[in-house]
C-alpha cells in the first residue's frame, strides 16, 4: 500500500496533463462516433474501433509519465541549464498528444458537416494578425 501512494505522489506532477490528454481522447470518441452514426447510421458503428480508445488512452497516459519520469530524474538538470520552464519535455510531449487528437476532432467534424475549424482558425489568425499591422 505505502508502494502505490509513492508511486501515486512521485507521479502527481504529470496527472493533470494525463487527464488532459485523456479528457482529449474521450471528445475524439465522441466525435468519431457522431461521424460513424451520421455517415453510415448505427449499423457502421464498430466496438471494435471503439476499443482503440483503451490502448490509446493507456499509451498516452503510459508516454506522457514515462517522459515526466526521464525528465524528472535523468535530463531534467540538463533541459533546466538551457530552459527555465518546469516540465517543459512532458508539456510539449502532452500538447502534441493533444494536437493529435484535436486534427482528430477536425477530421471527423469536416467529414460531417464539410466545414474545417482548424483552417477557418487559421485564417481567422491570419487576417487579424493583418488588421492588427495595418492599425500600427
Given at each position: 500500500?505505502?508502494?502505490?501512494?509513492?508511486?501515486?505522489?512521485?507521479?502527481?506532477?504529470?496527472?493533470?496533463?494525463?487527464?488532459?490528454?485523456?479528457?482529449?481522447?474521450?471528445?475524439?470518441?465522441?466525435?468519431?462516433?457522431?461521424?460513424?452514426?451520421?455517415?453510415?447510421?448505427?449499423k457502421a458503428f464498430q466496438s471494435r474501433r471503439l476499443s482503440?480508445?483503451?490502448?490509446?488512452?493507456?499509451?498516452?497516459?503510459?508516454?506522457?509519465?514515462?517522459?515526466?519520469?526521464?525528465?524528472?530524474?535523468?535530463?531534467?538538470?540538463?533541459?533546466?541549464?538551457?530552459?527555465?520552464?518546469e516540465l517543459i519535455m512532458t508539456k510539449v510531449f502532452a500538447?502534441?498528444?493533444?494536437?493529435?487528437?484535436?486534427?482528430?476532432?477536425?477530421?471527423?467534424?469536416?467529414?460531417?458537416?464539410?466545414?474545417?475549424?482548424?483552417?477557418?482558425?487559421?485564417?481567422?489568425?491570419?487576417?487579424?494578425?493583418?488588421?492588427?499591422?495595418?492599425?500600427?
Amino acid at each position: 500500500m505505502i508502494m502505490i501512494a509513492s508511486f501515486w505522489a512521485v507521479l502527481s506532477p504529470v496527472m493533470p496533463m494525463i487527464y488532459i490528454a485523456m479528457l482529449a481522447i474521450a471528445i475524439d470518441t465522441c466525435f468519431g462516433i457522431w461521424r460513424s452514426v451520421k455517415k453510415g447510421g448505427w449499423k457502421a458503428f464498430q466496438s471494435r474501433r471503439l476499443s482503440h480508445t483503451i490502448s490509446k488512452s493507456l499509451l498516452y497516459g503510459g508516454a506522457i509519465m514515462f517522459t515526466f519520469l526521464i525528465e524528472k530524474y535523468i535530463a531534467g538538470d540538463i533541459i533546466s541549464e538551457f530552459i527555465s520552464v518546469e516540465l517543459i519535455m512532458t508539456k510539449v510531449f502532452a500538447f502534441f498528444c493533444v494536437m493529435v487528437e484535436i486534427k482528430s476532432i477536425n477530421e471527423s467534424y469536416e467529414s460531417v458537416t464539410g466545414k474545417n475549424v482548424l483552417a477557418a482558425l487559421r485564417k481567422f489568425i491570419t487576417r487579424t494578425k493583418s488588421n492588427l499591422d495595418e492599425f500600427k
